[in-house]
């Protein structure tokens, strides 16, 4: 082996060159000889991240830090690293450390951005996004992420001018692209917003690709021909946008529906439907394919034109009366809830209320609560228990079991997942529980969704405030239990 000064470059000049299983063997073959090599181990904890090989990544760079405490840059890995895990405050502490050791690296200033942001801390999120910009002014990824912040600040006017400064500083960024046309879906400005739309698939957050022979429908004529329709987004959004189904029949097109394997059993029999079938299942022939997400562009839907002939999904009869004896019992008026989604959401900390909050709600006269959470979290199974509240979470195997328990009460309280959609799409009466600046669906003002007439919107009056949202939906609940 060549000296280790020789060997580390080559090492490095190999992972540059992207042929990371060589140069992890390289870096190991460092590390036999000197184990102390900070700036070896450090590396191999940059490549089993990439490898998604998280844990043995933290590992590597701490004991990099532990040979080395006072190089910025393993501190600002590091930090990356627990921010690609979800794991902010981690994050936020690694970045922090790595700015007391360089306060002009501009990207640890953006990422600490990144990780304020994503704990609530926007005030100071917005001054590390500032901060980037005064290091790096052409910085558009920094650019772009001061827009969110603003965003979810509420500003949104000042929020669109970052995104569009953004775009001025690299035409080609698609995540701003895509940020910019949420904005521009949240503020109602439809045509804009689906318009850029589809740079979603370029962003940093884009679903697998696909790749198809057959060509993509872009709303022209489609009489006599087969069309596919696939799921590409997450469960609400393929709730949320099958509506079309009937129109494509109506215009003359055999509808072939691609769902995730959950929804499968809920889509089989929506009008217009010719087959349904699961992610990865063989598929029939088709003349054109076009994603989900894309229709309502197709349609060149505006907020005045969204189509809502509800109900068009329902839950079949077998279902509901598996179901029905668990819930007939319940005196009162039955209420199904569910407080939060994936804790890996992206949005998961504006959209999901600690259970505890909603304590509250628990003792109402007339009300009966059934929990339809999928996932629980700390505490929560307890807090039901001592509630004597029904936990019906664990039971529930696919979306067909929750369309059943949701055709068996009477209201549904929810944050924004797929439950509101799912129980809007049904035509039941849903109360959805908003965050400050919500999913773009949801528009910003109005007691009700175009999307989903009979479901009521709870809006929160600053960020990250439930108590006033909870109080409405308390008070609303008193309101209907006295009134029947």
């Known amino acids: 082996?060549?000296?280790?000064?020789?060997?580390?470059?080559?090492?490095?000049?190999?992972?540059?060159?992207?042929?990371?299983?060589?140069?992890?063997?390289?870096?190991?073959?460092?590390?036999?000889?000197?184990?102390?090599?900070?700036?070896?181990?450090?590396?191999?904890?940059?490549?089993?991240?990439?490898?998604?090989e998280h844990q043995a990544a933290i590992e590597a760079i701490l004991d990099a830090i532990a040979r080395n405490p006072d190089f910025h840059g393993y501190h600002h890995n590091l930090g990356c690293i627990y921010l690609d895990l979800g794991r902010y405050n981690e994050a936020v502490a690694s970045l922090r450390r790595a700015l007391q050791l360089d306060a002009s690296a501009a990207e640890s200033h953006y990422n600490l951005a990144t990780a304020l942001r994503s704990i609530g801390q926007l005030d100071e999120a917005?001054?590390?996004?500032?901060?980037?910009?005064?290091?790096?002014?052409?910085?558009?990824?920094?650019?772009?992420?001061?827009?969110?912040?603003?965003e979810e600040q509420g500003r949104f006017a000042e929020a669109l001018a970052a995104f569009n400064e953004a775009l001025q500083m690299d035409p080609n960024y698609a995540d701003a692209h895509l940020n910019r046309a949420l904005l521009q879906l949240l503020l109602g400005n439809f045509a804009a917003g689906w318009r850029e739309f589809d740079w979603l698939w370029k962003a940093s957050v884009a679903p697998q690709q696909r790749t198809f022979v057959e060509p993509r429908w872009q709303g022209e004529p489609i009489t006599e021909q087969t069309i596919l329709l696939h799921a590409e987004q997450g469960l609400g959004d393929t709730i949320q946008f099958a509506r079309y189904v009937p129109l494509l029949a109506a215009a003359g097109a055999t509808v072939i529906l691609e769902v995730q394997p959950e929804l499968k059993?809920?889509?089989?029999?929506?009008?217009?439907?010719?087959s349904c079938h699961s992610r990865g299942e063989p598929l029939p022939p088709y003349?054109?394919?076009?994603?989900?997400?894309?229709l309502p562009f197709a349609f060149k839907t505006e907020l005045s034109s969204v189509p809502a002939d509800i109900p068009y999904l329902n839950a079949d009869?077998?279902?509901?009366?598996?179901?029905?004896?668990?819930?007939?019992?319940?005196?009162?008026?039955?209420?199904?809830?569910?407080?939060?989604?994936?804790?890996?959401?992206?949005?998961?900390?504006?959209?999901?209320?600690?259970?505890?909050?909603?304590?509250?709600?628990?003792?109402?006269?007339?009300?009966?609560?059934?929990?339809?959470?999928?996932?629980?979290?700390?505490?929560?199974?307890?807090?039901l228990h001592r509630n004597a509240i029904p936990d019906l979470?664990?039971?529930?195997?696919?979306?067909?079991?929750?369309?059943?328990?949701?055709?068996?009460?009477?209201?549904?309280?929810?944050?924004?997942?797929?439950?509101?959609?799912?129980?809007?799409?049904?035509?039941?009466?849903?109360?959805?529980?908003?965050?400050?600046?919500?999913?773009?669906?949801?528009?910003?003002?109005g007691e009700h969704s175009p999307w989903y007439p009979r479901t009521r919107l709870f809006r929160q009056s600053a960020p990250a405030q439930w108590k006033d949202v909870?109080?409405?939906?308390?008070?609303?609940?008193?309101?209907?239990t006295s009134s029947s």
């Not at 990371?20 to 000889?33: D, F, G, K, P, S």
């Not at 900070?38 to 089993?48: F, N, Y």
């Not at 668990?326 to 989604?341: F, H, N, Q, S, T």
């Open 287 to 294: 003349d054109l394919y076009c994603p989900l997400g894309s």
């Open 126 to 150: 917005e001054i590390a996004c500032k901060q980037a910009l005064r290091l790096k002014p052409r910085y558009a990824e920094a650019r772009s992420n001061l827009g969110i912040v603003l």
């Open 265 to 274: 059993p809920v889509f089989a029999n929506v009008a217009g439907v010719a």
């Open 317 to 383: 009869e077998a279902h509901i009366a598996k179901w029905r004896p668990a819930l007939e019992i319940l005196p009162g008026k039955r209420v199904a809830l569910a407080w939060a989604g994936h804790v890996r959401h992206a949005n998961d900390r504006n959209r999901s209320i600690d259970l505890r909050l909603l304590e509250t709600l628990f003792s109402l006269d007339g009300v009966s609560l059934v929990s339809i959470q999928r996932e629980l979290r700390d505490g929560d199974a307890q807090l």
């Open 1 to 52: 082996m060549p000296g280790v000064r020789e060997a580390f470059e080559s090492a490095m000049r190999t992972h540059q060159a992207g042929n990371v299983q060589e140069a992890a063997r390289l870096y190991r073959e460092i590390l036999a000889v000197e184990p102390q090599h900070a700036d070896a181990r450090h590396l191999l904890g940059v490549i089993s991240h990439q490898q998604g």
């Open 470 to 480: 909870i109080e409405a939906v308390r008070d609303a609940l008193l309101r209907v």
């Open 393 to 445: 979470g664990p039971r529930l195997a696919d979306m067909a079991d929750t369309a059943a328990v949701l055709a068996n009460v009477d209201l549904v309280i929810s944050v924004d997942t797929s439950v509101v959609h799912l129980g809007g799409a049904m035509g039941r009466e849903v109360w959805a529980l908003l965050p400050f600046t919500p999913d773009w669906r949801w528009t910003l003002e």
